[in-house]
Nanobody, 118 residues
Framework: VQLQASGGGLVHSGGSLRLSCTVS????????VGWYRQAPGKQRELVSD???????NYADSVKGRFTISRDNAKNTVYLQMNSLKPEDTAVYYC?????????????WGQGTQVTVSS
């Protein structure tokens, strides 16, 4: 399983960025695709995910500002981040979940840095 994340960068407070995560194989082969983030000195936390059925989930801190979506033909999940705040600064990681008789299997992409200046 390979995940290619991109789209991070430096932006001023109030700005926008769009992260992309392209997965190997069909996106429907995964039960969920999501974005996590980890700020310095903090634990990694779920930002948002989307299931194979299209259901979405957001952390309370990003509701109303971030939108997760997917392009099935491109096997890509996007995270549109608007109204960015300095506290959104973190390394963002793409993650996929695949459930099987072996249990839950998760895979991580390389992180992409998002820095929001005040």
């Amino acid at each position: 399983v390979q995940l290619q994340a991109s789209g991070g960068g430096l932006v001023h407070s109030g700005g926008s960025l769009r992260l992309s995560c392209t997965v190997s194989g069909s996106i429907f082969s995964y039960n969920a695709v999501g974005w996590y983030r980890q700020a310095p000195g903090k634990q990694r936390e779920l930002v948002s995910d989307i299931t194979s059925f299209g259901s979405t989930n957001y952390a309370d801190s990003v509701k109303g500002r971030f939108t997760i979506s997917r392009d099935n033909a491109k096997n890509t999940v996007y995270l549109q981040m608007n109204s960015l705040k300095p506290e959104d600064t973190a390394v963002y990681y793409c993650n996929v979940l695949r459930r099987s008789w072996l249990g839950d299997l998760t895979y991580w992409g390389q992180g992409t840095q998002v820095t929001v200046s005040s």
